[in-house]
């Protein structure tokens, strides 16, 4: 959690909340670095002293940032996944999240991808990212572990490993999408992940 | 191309060559972002009118800076995948991949892969790294190709496709081995994907 006030009223909930959504756009449009306290103020239509009541510093904003935008994807991710339990729900996730790329014409990348990218050589960043990160691969293998109990088959491989390698592809087909404008390689990756789970799994 | 001046002299050369240097350097440490045109000047040790003489401004800096990159990391993995042509091959570039990351405490990610993220959302950055990424898959392609004829195969599956999956393995291996700060998630991409070349190519 980052070190910073907490909102004691509605009101100064409200405002810390919507410092960091205009904290949140501006770094998805223009990235952390190109992203001033000042232009935060400017968007947020929030006064100086209340932005530094509640973040100390820019280090602060971005790692409320991170936990916005994790739980923005994971919350979106989460609801995908939390009922499948069977390879053919895994193949709708994978549909969906292909078509949540092309409503975006493969623009900005994954949120979390694209905040890695940028903050994994800072220590506080990396941390609050890695977490981000092992939640999302927990979501997963929480799946992976009921489309192999529906199947009836006793835990074979390491559901954690298998996590890690669904996200990986993941991250690598969204960022490779929004390099080459198009869903392929995102399509290309997640099929093959699913392949590998299929097998793993033993389904 | 970006289009700057091209040195007429050797003296020319090196000098255009010391300003890449420096400013690949800054930007592999601090982002395109953090890095100014005066930052360059001052560790290439170049004057300003020598900068500007070969660079109209930074956004020409930068795709220099892609392209000094996409030599040298497209040149690592060329000279590793050149004469590849089995799946024992496959897992020797896999195992130097995962060394080359655990030399470097898997800081940094991969640099072409760090630019994609900061630099896909600008028309010129981004083509360049597209284009960076398509010269990337055919050194796989090239690879897959000759595995396949080596095993006395007629060409089954899509190897472009097959060669867009492995490229997207090892872009989500690398950011999250990176966050991490682990080779492993790199190593469960990389094995997905070699099982799923071997599947393909029928070896």
Not at 120 to 142: D, I, K, Q
Request: glycine share 6%; with cysteine.
């Amino acid at each position: 959690m980052p070190n910073t006030s907490v909102p004691k009223t509605a009101r100064g909930a409200a405002t810390r909340a919507r410092i960091v959504d205009a904290a949140t756009e501006l770094v998805r449009a223009r990235g952390a670095a190109n992203t001033t306290i000042d232009a935060v103020i400017e968007a947020s239509k929030a006064s100086k002293s209340q932005v530094y009541h509640y973040f100390a510093d820019k280090d602060e904003l971005v790692l409320a940032v991170i936990q916005r935008q994790a739980e923005c994807v994971l919350g979106t991710h989460e609801g995908l996944l939390r009922k499948l339990n069977s390879l053919s729900g895994l193949r709708r996730w994978r549909d969906a999240v292909v078509a949540l790329t092309h409503q975006t014409n493969c623009a900005g990348g994954c949120p979390l991808g694209s905040l890695a990218a940028e903050l994994s050589e800072t220590p506080r960043t990396r941390a609050a990212l890695a977490e981000s990160f092992a939640r999302w691969a927990g979501h997963f293998e929480a799946a992976f572990a009921r489309m192999q109990s529906r199947a009836g088959i006793t835990s074979a491989g390491d559901l954690k490993e298998l996590s890690e390698a669904m996200l990986a592809s993941l991250q690598g087909g969204l960022l490779l999408a929004q390099t080459l404008r198009s869903t392929r390689p995102l399509e290309l990756a997640l099929d093959m992940a699913i392949d590998h789970v299929a097998a793993r799994l033993g389904l």
